[in-house]
């Protein structure tokens, strides 16, 4: 049943896609029209999540009209952590993600000017995505990055966070966001377990507090990366160790 539910998902999301392809040629055609675009994006989100039976519940969030500009740092755990970003994040963000999922047809299109492709293969191409990531933030728009980089599989544990976000976050002097997602990883499991499926529920996040970065420099990446994922890493286990 996991595997049909699986199936189910990605038809529905296929399909769903396909339907509001026009609308993202559209918008995503021009950069004054990025913010209707984005507003598209987390309506897509709901209309194939509904059909699949899953929910986004945040949990709680610090105030976010006040945080302005930060780089939003989810961990990655599932496929699931992409859409569900921009169902939890209420406000406008640009999100970087890996050059692979440029290859997939049509969606593509979901990151194409918008978004951020990184290929990591390159290090000329990543400071290439990483120099546009700090325009962005210049430019009072916030970045999403999975500092994990790729879905580990030791998840729901944390794989090693990359410096990219942080450098990023202290060089531009934006907070950085830690998000939890809690359940993905069961919903839409990955890697060795990736056999099980799938299945419906809801997937519950938590929004932590933003971690400032006035008066950082380049010797604080180190310490700013542990920060951030000890903030993860312990909220993960008050909810899944702790099987709340």
Not at 37 to 55: C, D, H, N, T, V
Not at 74 to 96: G, R
Request: aromatic residues 14%; charged residues 20%.
């Amino acid at each position: 049943m996991g595997m049909l539910w699986r199936y189910w998902f990605f038809l529905s999301a296929a399909i769903s896609f396909l339907i509001l392809f026009p609308l993202f040629y559209i918008l995503l055609s021009r950069k004054e029209w990025y913010s209707k675009a984005f507003k598209l994006k987390k309506f897509w989100g709901p209309f194939f999540l509904i059909p699949s039976g899953l929910k986004v519940k945040v949990l709680s969030a610090p105030d976010m009209a006040n945080i302005g500009p930060c780089v939003i740092t989810p961990n990655h755990s599932s496929y699931l952590d992409i859409v569900f970003t921009f169902t939890a994040i209420p406000f406008y963000f640009h999100m970087m993600g890996k050059a692979e999922l440029g290859k997939v047809p049509l969606f593509r299109k979901f990151f194409d000017g918008m978004n951020i492709l990184v290929d990591r293969s390159s290090i000329m191409a990543s400071h290439k995505s990483l120099r546009r990531a700090a325009d962005d933030l210049e430019h009072g728009i916030s970045i999403a990055i999975f500092p994990e980089a790729t879905i580990p599989d030791c998840a729901p544990q944390l794989g090693r966070f990359k410096n990219g976000a942080f450098k990023l976050a202290i060089e531009k002097q934006v907070p950085v966001l830690p998000v939890v997602f809690l359940d993905n990883y069961k919903l839409m499991p990955d890697g060795k377990e990736k056999c099980k499926g799938g299945r419906p529920g809801v997937s519950r996040v938590i929004i932590k507090d933003p971690i400032p970065t006035i008066g950082m420099n380049e010797d604080d990446v180190s310490s700013l990366r542990t920060i951030t994922f000890n903030v993860i890493n312990d909220t993960l286990k008050e909810y899944i160790d702790g099987h709340q």
